[in-house]
């Protein structure tokens, strides 16, 4: 182990956990240092040092390695994900060390990741000044030309972040699309992805070609393979060796295949299945046009503004039909003498009082029509009740009349007309 480290870096070295977990487990009384229990994790160790982890001797320190991984779109990079998304780890081999990425990727964004056992190596490799190249292939929405792409080599400022020069060349169109290939140093964050969408591009496919010298080539997706410690070592460099703390003379703990892996995937249908039932190929196999169906009836139900009818179970109970005098206990409306029978024989009488209750039946009215009112409707009624007796259409004597026989002015003939 070259000179002094952290407690807490020397035992994510040696892939017991990762920094924060390991001054979790310190603080907690799991770690000893030559005898003596530690409660903080501000403290340096050496090889001579004796640490020890729940009684346990600490495993020693492995060889500095470095794998490539196809990262597949739609992974995040992260150790656990708190919304439930598949991980980059979920899709590693069971067999490798604990390792961790070297920058990351956006869940859309898939080709090359490197992942690395040392941590001191993974921060001087995500250093912009490390210098390495890192190149990507584009596909973008919208159309460019080769000339705006080459003011991209000067850098340029969107929102106050000024971004460093970027190698951009237009490899071909493809209808609505362009197809770009792009070479960037600093690697911040969604780089490409702005400075695309600032030149009026919308980035809908993003691969990792290369990250330094190390290249996808052929690499299945899905799969890791591990980089010989030689040429590791030569593609370093001493200075970089040097500043991460690089160590190759170390053994290896779990030694991997050179060839590119892949996890494996589960095959079977993780679903639960009713003991008794058996599973056929119409269950197990997607109906497509059931989910056509669906989702058009999912969309249809969105543009409507009605609100969802009950279903048979979900309406209240109704009384039986014989019960039919129980449905409302409250004031009957008058509707004339419903009971009551005419004069002329014995069926009640057919036609309703007027202003007793409104008409509750539909009537066909004609276009412009308007129904009576109630006060007209009484008028009327009393119009041919007021008449005299003599039939002159004159008002009857009140209670307020001079006694005289047909009204309160004198009856007598008519004055002839003049002229």
């Not at 994900?81 to 979920?90: A, S």
């Not at 129980?326 to 008058?334: A, I, N, Y």
């Amino acid at each position: 182990m070259p000179g002094k480290m952290r407690i807490a870096r020397r035992l994510a070295r040696a892939g017991i956990a990762s920094r924060r977990d390991a001054e979790g487990m310190i603080a907690d009384g799991r770690v000893r240092v030559n005898g003596k229990l530690l409660d903080t994790p501000a403290l340096d160790v050496t090889a001579a040092d004796r640490i020890e982890i729940d009684g346990a001797p600490l495993p020693a320190i492995e060889r500095t390695r470095l794998w490539l991984f196809h990262k597949p779109a739609g992974t995040v990079t992260t150790n656990r994900d708190p919304e439930g998304r598949p991980t980059v780890f979920e899709r590693l081999p069971k067999d490798m060390p604990r390792v961790l990425t070297v920058g990351r990727l956006d869940i859309t964004t898939e080709g090359l990741l490197l992942l690395t056992n040392d941590g001191g190596l993974a921060r001087i490799l995500e250093l912009p000044a490390t210098g390495w190249l890192r190149r990507y292939r584009v596909r973008a929405h919208g159309a460019i030309d080769q000339a705006r792409l080459d003011e991209l080599r000067q850098g340029i400022a969107i929102d106050g972040v000024f971004y460093g020069a970027i190698e951009a060349t237009l490899d071909r169109e493809q209808g609505s699309n362009v197809w770009l290939t792009l070479g960037l140093r600093e690697g911040k964050n969604r780089e490409v992805k702005r400075v695309l969408a600032h030149l009026g591009l919308d980035v809908n496919r993003l691969i990792r070609l290369s990250f330094g010298p190390f290249q996808l080539g052929d690499l299945p997706e899905g799969s890791v393979q591990e980089i010989k410690g030689r040429t590791l070592r030569d593609q370093l460099g001493d200075r970089l060796i040097e500043e991460a703390g690089a160590d190759f003379d170390a053994p290896v703990a779990k030694p991997f295949s050179n060839k590119p892996v892949e996890a494996e995937q589960p095959t079977e249908d993780l679903r639960p299945v009713k003991r008794g039932d058996w599973i056929s190929a119409s269950e197990t196999a997607p109906n497509k046009k059931r989910t056509r169906e669906a989702k058009r009836e999912d969309v249809l139900g969105r543009l409507d503004t009605r609100a969802p009818r009950p279903q048979r179970g979900d309406r209240p109970d109704r009384p039986e039909r014989g019960d039919a005098g129980k449905r409302f206990d409250g004031p009957k409306k008058p509707y004339g003498d419903r009971g009551a029978a005419s004069a002329d024989g014995d069926k009640p009488a057919s036609k309703k009082p007027f202003g007793e209750g409104k008409r509750s039946a539909n009537v066909w009215m004609a276009p412009g029509a308007r129904p009576q009112g109630t006060k007209k409707g009484l008028a009327a009624q009393d119009r041919p009740q007021r008449r005299g007796p003599g039939g002159a259409g004159r008002p009857s004597a009140g209670a307020g009349s001079t006694g005289r026989e047909g009204g309160d002015r004198p009856r007598g003939p008519r004055p002839p007309r003049k002229g």
